[in-house]
């Protein structure tokens, strides 16, 4: 990526105080001794594919479960694997559709993704019928899918106003009877002008595209697609649940059956360690001050991950995405009447190393970072 993506990862990295990794995390399989046999062979040569250095990776067997984690996991999480020379990551160019067909775009690699996976700040678990090397694989695929949906988007954020919607697909947000969901969710990115969407809506619409468009178009599996689809529609408001309930836990107390409520295509995973991302996850950040959360539309930032130290600008109000330092510097400056970095650059403040690394933490501990990833869903290998 642009050479001001490196500049300021290092500058983080070289004043940014230490974050402890998570023991005992990674990328993990457990079933049995003789898939995990067969499993450790596929897993080799996939990693081959990529490109991955065994030396930079360790093994670890007990009995039923199969762990692979990085062998010196950055105290800086996931976020600059992808300067690490030891990694050797570069980007990955991939056909997208637009308006007049396909388009080419430059995006994560599924080589950083695997290894954010493998990173100990969190566990990853592929397991029963999952814990299979296809699992592993298109799990890697649909995460980079969700991040190349997301590379350039320029809608409009509604700032206190009613959201807008392409009236042809949506009333207001609710499909139209006898509408494809696959057209309705394609011309979002084709016809981003005709949308004015706040980025709770705007993840899942991202959210949902990529993994549709995964499964339709690019492995071409008409009948998962079509399952998705019906799941959306299960009660009659494709938009609404596709996260879990447990995603918002953290805000007030729940209900028990919202607490249990399964999301329609991503699960949970909970107590991730700061600065821990795999591209692709959706990524809650508080706005922890009180005058400006009253704020409709900043109460905190919906962000899909999208690697290389980046989250997303649905609304490209910085070049299409913003580095983990400007995110937080962003959510920060809102408390001082900056919604727009391209408007109100003149009241920004820029913070300290310090303050970074302590808006980094959980909202718990005086920071912005929720602890909660939703993911995607093991489609076709777990009951979903």
Request: charged letters at 25%; proline letters at 4%.
């Amino acid at each position: 990526m642009k050479l001001k993506i490196f500049i300021v990862s290092l500058f983080v990295l070289t004043q940014a105080p230490l974050v402890a990794a998570q023991a005992n995390g990674g990328l993990i399989f457990e079933c049995g001794a003789e898939r995990l046999t067969q499993l450790k062979s596929q897993l080799k040569t996939y990693q081959q594919e990529l490109g991955v250095d065994p030396s930079v990776y360790e093994v670890h067997e007990s009995g039923a479960r199969l762990r692979l984690s990085l062998k010196a996991p950055s105290i800086y999480g996931t976020l600059y694997l992808r300067w690490d020379p030891k990694y050797n990551i570069t980007e990955e160019r991939i056909s997208l559709p637009d308006a007049k067909g396909l388009t080419e775009i430059e995006t994560v690699s599924k080589k950083e993704i695997l290894l954010a996976l493998m990173h100990q700040g969190r566990e990853t678990v592929f397991a029963g019928n999952a814990c299979h090397i296809d699992a592993l694989k298109e799990h890697v695929q649909i995460r980079q899918m969700i991040v190349a949906w997301s590379e350039h988007l320029h809608w409009s954020f509604p700032d206190g106003s009613s959201a807008q919607w392409n009236q042809q697909y949506w009333d207001r947000g609710n499909l139209k009877p006898g509408v494809s969901l696959d057209k309705a969710m394609r011309d979002f990115f084709i016809q981003q002008d005709k949308c004015s969407i706040g980025c709770y809506t705007a993840t899942k619409i991202v959210i949902i595209q990529g993994i549709l468009d995964y499964f339709r178009r690019v492995k071409k599996d008409d009948a998962m697609a079509d399952a998705i689809i019906k799941r959306l529609k299960s009660d009659d408001d494709v938009l609404v649940g596709i996260e879990p309930g447990a995603m918002w836990s953290f805000q007030k107390p729940i209900s028990p059956e919202e607490q249990k409520r399964l999301g329609k295509l991503l699960k949970i995973q909970t107590r991730v360690a700061p600065m821990n991302f795999v591209p692709g996850d959706w990524v809650y950040f508080v706005n922890n001050d009180p005058k400006s959360s009253d704020v409709d539309g900043y109460e905190g930032s919906n962000s899909i991950y999208m690697g290389r130290a980046s989250f997303d600008d649905f609304y490209n109000d910085n070049e299409h995405h913003y580095l983990y330092n400007e995110k937080i510097q962003n959510i920060y400056n809102w408390r001082n009447g900056v919604f727009s970095r391209s408007r109100h650059f003149q009241r920004m403040q820029t913070l300290s190393a310090e303050q970074l690394h302590q808006f980094g933490l959980s909202p718990e501990e005086g920071g912005f970072l929720v602890k909660n990833r939703a993911i995607p869903y093991f489609f076709g290998f777990e009951a979903f």
